[in-house]
């Protein structure tokens, strides 16, 4: 993917709403609603955006909304690609670069994730503090775009202040946050429970179909990011009945005040 087609998806949007963004955010399964609570705000259909490519999966309603959050300039993405819906790793972080592009100084990633720590519960919410990335291949795979350094460094892709932004919020609202290790499939198809069995050995707390791609461009970009999964379901082998995408979104919309409050107030406090 070239620079170029990042450019013109940025003049695209920068057309449309003036004012850079400070914060990117990114809205997984279920979790949208918080694109609602934008205030004054211009909304793109990832459709009209030249080269940016649209999800076909329920729950990802495909568009952008550019306004103000937490008293911040605020670009907000209702709805992400997926590697198993055909996507390739350059078409996954493409957006990742375009709101880069748009001048953003964080970036904001959510999703829903099944459970692998026995302790997490449906409906916990936990701030990611590193990944595994089991999904199959590197979003930086093939000739140098550019967009960093070729052999990006991967040791603090979730930093550390940003996690007590995390944390000190939750506390202040009384919020349970978890925190814990991601780890990426491509899916579709849920896991085993053997493959569950041997993620937990492998030191991962949650596992999900999304968001390290958009992390490690981000790091490759030198944009720190923040992630928060909404658990909504032990991971296979934890439960009685069987996994269901309905689950997943049931339990993360049942949530979603509680995550709406969390991010908000940690927008505001971002520096
Ligand atoms: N596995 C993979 N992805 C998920 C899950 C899960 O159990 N729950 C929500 N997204």
């Not at 993405?77 to 375009?98: A, C, D, K, T, W």
């Not at 990944?131 to 930086?140: C, V």
């Not at 379901?233 to 009685?240: R, W």
């Amino acid at each position: 993917m070239k620079a170029q087609q990042v450019k013109e998806a940025a003049d695209f949007i920068r057309q449309r709403a003036l004012g850079e963004p400070a914060v990117g955010i990114v809205l997984g399964s279920g979790l949208g609603a918080l694109a609602e609570t934008v205030e004054n705000p211009v909304r793109i259909p990832y459709a009209e955006i030249p080269h940016f490519p649209v999800s076909s999966v329920a729950g990802h309603a495909g568009v952008m909304h550019l306004g103000r959050l937490g008293g911040q300039a605020v670009a907000v993405m209702q709805g992400r690609i997926h590697h198993y819906e055909g996507f390739s790793g350059n078409e996954l972080v493409f957006p990742v670069r375009v709101l880069h592009e748009l001048g953003i100084g964080y970036l904001v990633l959510s999703n829903s994730a099944g459970g692998i720590n026995p302790a997490f519960e449906p409906g916990d919410l936990m701030v990611v503090t590193d990944h595994i990335n089991f999904m199959g291949f590197n979003p930086l795979l093939g000739v140098d775009s550019g967009f960093g350094p070729r052999f990006p460094d991967l040791s603090a892709v979730y930093p550390a202040e940003l996690r007590r932004i995390a944390r000190a919020t939750a506390d202040r609202q009384g919020v349970s946050l978890r925190e814990g290790v991601y780890l990426a499939v491509s899916g579709p198809s849920y896991e085993t429970p053997a493959e569950i069995r041997l993620f937990r050995q492998w030191g991962a707390d949650a596992v999900g179909m999304s968001t390290v791609p958009e992390a490690i461009a981000a790091a490759q970009l030198g944009l720190p990011v923040l992630c928060i999964s909404c658990i909504t379901n032990k991971a296979a082998g934890l439960q009685e009945q069987p996994l269901s995408h309905q689950e997943v979104l049931d339990i993360s919309t049942a949530v979603s005040q509680n995550f709406i409050q969390l991010l908000l107030e940690i927008v505001e406090c971002l520096p």
